[in-house]
C-alpha cells in the first residue's frame, strides 16, 4: 500500500506546474522533468526508469526518455514553432510544413542550423492520408493532424525540390516553406520574410538592430528621405533599419506567393512562385519580381534592385556582435546563402537555446546563474553539432530542481 500510495502522489506532481523544491529528490526530479518536456504524466514504468537513471547520475537520460513520450513532438514541439509561421504570432494554427519540417528536424537530430537553408521538407509518411502535399492548399497538413498519428512517426523526410518543384538551389528550408511563403512572401516586398526569420531565429525585431552608421546605397526606391517632409526622420530613424535590412532582403528577389486577390484575399490557395535562370518579368525586364520595384515613384534616385545578390553590412558596426561566422564571406545570391549566414551566426544558436529555456523552465532568465547556464548550454548546443534535443535535455535538467 506504501508503494501504491508513494507512486499515486508521484504521479500527481508530474502533472502541475508549479516549482519543485531545490532538494527534490531523484523521482521528483524525473515528475518534474517529464511534465516541462511534455505536459503530461509519466507511466510509472518510465518514471521509475528516469529515476534511476537520476539517482545514477545520468539526468540527461532521463530527459531523453521522457522526449520519447509522443506529446513532446504533437504538442511542446509544435506549441514552440507554431507562432513562427504568422505574423500574428498566433499559437492556435494548423499544422504546415514550416511547422513539420521544425518537428521532423528536431526528432532526427539534424543538424538545426538547416531550417534556414537545407534542401529538406518533412511530410506526411506514405499512405498515411488521403491528401498528397499541393503548393497550392495545406489539405495535407490539416487532415495528419486531424487523423490523431504521433507525428513522433508520422513525418518523413524528403527533399524540398522533389515534393515543390523548387529548383535545389533556391530552397532554404523553411524560408521557402509554403507555409512561412503564404505569411511572409504575401504581398508587400519581401521585407517581411527577412524581419520574421530575424524575429524568430535570431530573436531581434529591426528595432534592436537600429544602426545609422551603415550606408545607405541599397535603400530601395519606395522609402521616402523626406518622410513628411523632414529629411531627419530619414536620417535617424529609417536608414537605421533599411540600410541593413535592404542588402539582405534582396536575397529574395526572386520569390513571390501568388494569389487571386478577389476571391482569395487572405492566400489559402496560393502559392510560392520563382523566378528561375531565363525567366523574365514583364515589369522589371529582369528575374527580379515585380513587387521589388513597387512604389518605385517616392524616391526615383533610390536603389533599383537588379538580382538577388545580398551582402551583409552588419558585419561591421554594433551588429557585429550578433556573431558573424568568419569563415563565410558575408555576401552571396539567394536565400539559401543567406540562410545560412544568419544560421551560422551565435545570435542564432542562443537564440533558440533562450526559447527553449523559457519554454521549458517556465520562465525567462533572472539572474546571473541563469545567464550563465543559458551560455554553457549554446556553447554544448554549438559544438555538438546543433542538436535541439540536446538544449531541451539540457534546460530540463537545470529547471528540474526548482
Not at 505536459?39 to 510509472?44: E, I, L, Q
Not at 521538407?121 to 492548399?137: D, E
Request: net charge negative; charged share 20%; aromatic share 10%.
Amino acid at each position: 500500500m506504501k508503494k501504491s500510495s508513494s507512486v499515486a502522489r508521484l504521479l500527481l506532481a508530474a502533472s502541475v506546474c508549479f516549482a519543485l523544491p531545490a532538494l527534490a529528490g531523484p523521482e521528483e526530479q524525473a515528475a518534474q522533468i517529464h511534465s516541462r518536456l511534455t505536459g503530461v504524466k509519466p507511466s510509472v514504468s518510465v518514471l521509475t526508469a528516469m529515476a534511476e537513471e537520476i539517482a545514477t547520475g545520468n539526468p540527461e537520460a532521463a530527459a531523453y526518455r521522457a522526449m520519447d513520450n509522443d506529446a513532446f513532438y504533437n504538442v511542446t514541439l509544435k506549441n514552440l514553432a507554431a507562432p513562427w509561421t504568422n505574423r500574428d504570432g498566433d499559437n492556435f494554427v494548423p499544422l504546415n510544413d514550416y511547422t513539420a519540417t521544425f518537428i521532423g528536424m528536431v526528432r532526427d537530430d539534424e543538424d538545426f542550423r538547416g531550417i534556414l537553408f537545407e534542401d529538406i521538407l518533412y511530410t506526411g509518411a506514405s499512405g498515411l492520408v488521403q491528401s498528397s502535399y499541393s503548393n497550392s492548399n495545406n489539405n495535407h497538413y490539416i487532415e495528419l493532424e486531424n487523423s490523431g498519428y504521433p507525428l513522433q512517426t508520422a513525418l518523413e523526410r524528403r527533399t524540398q525540390s522533389a515534393v515543390t518543384g523548387l529548383p535545389s538551389d533556391a530552397t532554404a528550408g523553411i524560408i521557402t516553406s509554403r507555409g512561412a511563403a503564404k505569411s511572409f512572401f504575401y504581398a508587400g516586398t519581401n521585407r517581411a520574410m527577412f524581419r520574421f526569420t530575424l524575429m524568430n531565429h535570431l530573436c531581434r525585431d529591426m528595432e534592436q538592430v537600429h544602426d545609422t552608421s551603415r550606408p545607405p546605397d541599397r535603400i530601395r526606391q519606395d522609402v521616402s528621405r523626406s518622410p513628411g517632409g523632414d529629411s531627419r526622420v530619414f536620417q535617424n530613424n529609417c536608414i537605421g533599419c533599411h540600410s541593413g535590412m535592404d542588402p539582405m532582403a534582396q536575397a529574395f528577389a526572386y520569390y513571390d506567393f501568388i494569389y487571386d486577390v478577389d476571391n482569395d484575399p487572405t492566400g489559402e490557395n496560393g502559392y510560392l512562385d520563382y523566378n528561375s535562370a531565363g525567366e523574365t518579368d514583364l515589369a522589371t525586364g529582369t528575374r527580379v519580381k515585380a513587387k521589388n520595384h513597387i512604389n518605385s515613384a517616392t524616391f526615383p534616385y533610390g536603389f533599383v534592385m537588379p538580382d538577388d545578390k545580398w551582402d551583409n553590412y552588419w558585419r561591421e558596426g554594433p551588429n557585429m556582435y550578433l556573431g558573424w561566422d568568419d569563415t563565410l564571406p558575408g555576401s552571396g545570391s539567394g536565400a539559401k546563402s543567406l540562410g545560412r549566414e544568419l544560421a551560422s551566426s551565435q545570435a542564432f544558436a542562443q537564440c533558440q537555446v533562450t526559447k527553449v529555456f523559457e519554454q521549458v523552465c517556465l520562465r525567462t532568465p533572472e539572474d546571473s546563474q541563469d545567464r550563465n547556464r543559458i551560455n554553457s548550454i549554446t556553447e554544448s548546443f554549438t559544438s555538438g553539432g546543433y542538436k535541439l534535443k540536446q538544449v531541451y535535455a539540457d534546460a530540463a535538467v537545470y529547471c528540474a530542481g526548482e
